[in-house]
């Protein structure tokens, strides 16, 4: 028994001294995260390649690449010098389209001149193409107007034809189903969406999904995913998705809102999406 009780006595005291090696660690670590989250996460963000591959990408069409953009949720002037300063790295990158999926605005709208020069800036050969977000429908003549005079064609329910290097696919833009057009047999069709959950039906029509919205789950813990879910966002909501031979990319957002900018591994990012010929 005297044996017992003294082998348990050393176990605690291992336990103790494991406890008192480890609670710095851990206070450091809490301090880490609340910093990043709060002081460092709204402002910083990241420029993130990803290769894109399918079957339905051809020779000519291999090594094209997209800026993909969303939510940009400008709020003040802070907000929109920042917004210049993304755009001055973003043109330092090599691309062939831009595509905007929703969101410029946080809620109120200004310096519309100035957002649309920022956006004019942006110089690809093969077209600049948006989808109005759920913020935007709240003054959609007025951003529609900002975002033609930066140069950008917004779509809205429609189907077109893109030409490319010799070869086509086909941009899809709906924030609906997308069922109600006619797609080519082995053509690859690209879907942007505001909305990710609208995968569920796209990806029965569509290749490859560009959606935002969810900001990429804005708090999201490994494993488990967003602590708060956003209607829209309840099922896909971060990273990269693949079901039924159809993939889908989240944006994780240019920044949070106004009133809850702050993040957890969910960076904000800008894509740069390069499609490659696929077996």
Partial sequence: ?????????????????????????????????????????????????????????????????????SDIHLSDDKSLERFKSIIDELNQYPFDMVIFNGDLYDNHVFSNHEVSSLLKSIYCKYGKFALLGDKDLNHESEITTILNDGGFEVLNNELRTIYYNDTTFELVASNDDISNHEYKDNTFTLCIAHKPDTFLFNKNYAELQLSGHSLGGQFYLPYIGPIFKTEGALTYNHGIYEEENATLIVSNGIT???????????????ELITLKKGT
């Fill in 1 to 69: 028994v005297s044996t017992l009780r003294q082998n348990n006595m050393v176990d605690s005291k291992q336990q103790w001294k494991a406890w008192l090696y480890l609670s710095p660690a851990i206070v450091l670590l809490l301090v880490f995260i609340g910093f990043y989250t709060y002081a460092i996460s709204p402002t910083s963000y990241s420029f993130n390649r990803t290769t894109y591959n399918h079957q339905y990408i051809d020779d000519h069409l291999n090594g094209m690449t997209i800026a993909y953009l």
């Fill in 256 to 270: 949070g809102t106004k009133d809850n900018p702050y993040k957890f591994i969910s960076t904000n990012h800008i």
